[in-house]
C-alpha cells in the first residue's frame, strides 16, 4: 500500500516536470517533427492549462456524483424501485450522446466557455456513477439491511450506517471509472474554447501542427492513468468488506 | 405477554395469516413451529412491526404494538435472524453495541453492558471484542446476533429459525446456551423453526401453524401426545411421535429416590429421550441421576410418566 503510493508520488512529480519540461525541450520536439515550423507549444503556460483540465474535470464527477449517487440511492429504496428502469434509461442516453455533439448542441445556449464542456462531462460521468451506486447498494448482505431494520435503526440510519459504508467499495470503483472517463474526454472542451490540456491539440489540429497534438495527447493521457491509480489507492481490496478468510 | 388478535395478513393473493389468534405469557419461551410457507415467520415479524397485519391487532403488555412508532417498538424488542446480519464492517464490539448507541448510552455503561454480554452467550469479552465478523465461524456469529438483540436488556425477544444454518452440533450447544439465557434473565421468547426436535428442546409453550392457521398449542407434552394434529404426525417420522414426546418430558419427574449402585449416570436436566438412549446405549432398565440426594430412575418408572 504504501509502496504504491510512494511509487504514484513519484510518477506524479515526473509527471509535473515533464509538463514544466515540455516548453523547453525544442530539440525534442523539433527532432521528432522536423517539417514543424514552430514544433513547442508556447501559448499557454502547461500548468495552467492542467489547472483548468482538473478543475473541469473533477469538477464535473464532482456534479455526476451529486446527480447520481442520489438517484441511484433512490432507485434501490422500496419505493423508489419503479423508477429504476426509467432512471437507467436517462442516464444511459444522456450517456449516448458523444460529448462532442453535446458541447455543439449546448454552445447555442450556453456560449463559448466552459460551461457547454461541464454539461457535456457531467451527461458523460453520471450513468457510472449512479450504475456503481446501484450495484454497490445491490451487493449489501440482505441480512444485515433487514437486522438492522429489526433492530430499530431508521431508513437514513440503515443507509448512513449500513448500506452506504459496505457499498462504498463498488461505488469508489465506479467514481474511478468516471473521473477516468471525465478526465479523458475534457480535452474535447477545448473545441469550445475551453483552456485545457485538449487546447494544444485542437490548436495543433487547426494549425496542421502534430507536435501540439502530440504534447497535448500525452499529458492528457498521463494524467488519466494517473489519477485512475490514484483512485485506485482510495478503493483498496476491501479491508472492510465482508468474507475475508 | 404478546397477544395475537385475530391476526390476518394477505401477500398479494396469498393468505399468509388467517385469523390467528395466541397469547404467549411472560416469562415463556414460545416455539412457532411449522413448515415452510404456514405464516410462523410472518406471525413472528408482526411483533416488532416488520409486517403489518391486514386485519386484527397484537399487543405487547396491552399496547396494541400498531399504536407504537416502529423504531421504538424495535429498540425494545430483541430480534436475531437465520442469516445472522452481522455488520460486516464493524468490529463485534460494535455490533453488539448498536442498540445501546441508538438510545444514547454513554460509553463506559455501553462497554460495561458489551462484555457482560459476551461473557453470558460464552464467548470471552477479551477476545472476541475487536474481531470483525468476517473471522467467526457461524455458530460464534449467531452468540454475537443473540448478544446484540440483548443488549438494551429488551423483555421480548424473537427469534427467526436462529440456529436453522448451523450444523447439528453446534445448533445443540447454542439450543443450550438459549436455555440457559431463557433461565437466567426470564425474557419472553418467541423461536420460530420447522424443526421438531429444537421445539421439543427448547419450548415451554409450542404453537404450530398450517397453512396461515394456528392448528395446535399449549405445553409440548400435549401437543405432541396421541391428540397430535396430522400436520404435526407428518412432521416427525411415521411412528416416531412418542419417542419425540419423550424430549419435552424432564426426567428428573419419572425418577424415585434412591441411590442405584453401578448404573449409568443421567446428566443433571436430561429430557427422557436422552434417559431411553442412555438405556438402549448401557442396556440396563435403570440409571442413577446426576445431583443430590440420590435418585434413579426405571424404565416402568419412564413408561409411566410418558404415559399420557
Redesign the interface.
Known sequence: MTRRALRLGAEAVAFLAALLAAPQAEALWRALFPEVARPTYLQDPWLSLLGWHLALSLGAVALAALIGVPAGVLATRAGGRRLRPLLDAVFSLAQSIPPVAAIALALPLLGFGAAPTLLALVLYAALPVLRATVSGLDSVPPGAVEAARGLGLSGWQRLRDVELPLARPVMLAGLRVAVTLSVATTAVGAIAGTRCLGTPIVTGLANANPSYVLQGAIFTAWLALLLDRALGLLAPAAPEGPARP | MIAFEAVSHRYGAVEALREVSLEVPSGALCVLLGESGSGKSTLLRTV?R?VEPSAGRVTLQGRDVAAID???????IG?V?Q???????RSVAENVA??PR?LGWDRARIEARVDALLAMVGLEPRAYRDR?P??LSGGQAQRV?LA??LAADPPVL?MDEPFSALDPGTRRELQAALRRIHAETGKTILLVTHDVEEALALASRVAVMAGGRLVAEGVPAEVFGPGAPDVVRRMVRAGALAFHRLAALDAAAAAAPGPAPGAPLLPAGARLSDALLLMLEHGTGCLALEGDPPRHLTVAGLLGHSAP
Open positions: 416488532n416488520l416502529p423504531q421504538a417498538l424495535r429498540r425494545g430480534y435472524i442469516s445472522v446480519g452481522l455488520f460486516p464492517h448498536t442498540v441508538l470483525p468476517a473471522t446476533g446484540r438483540a424473537l
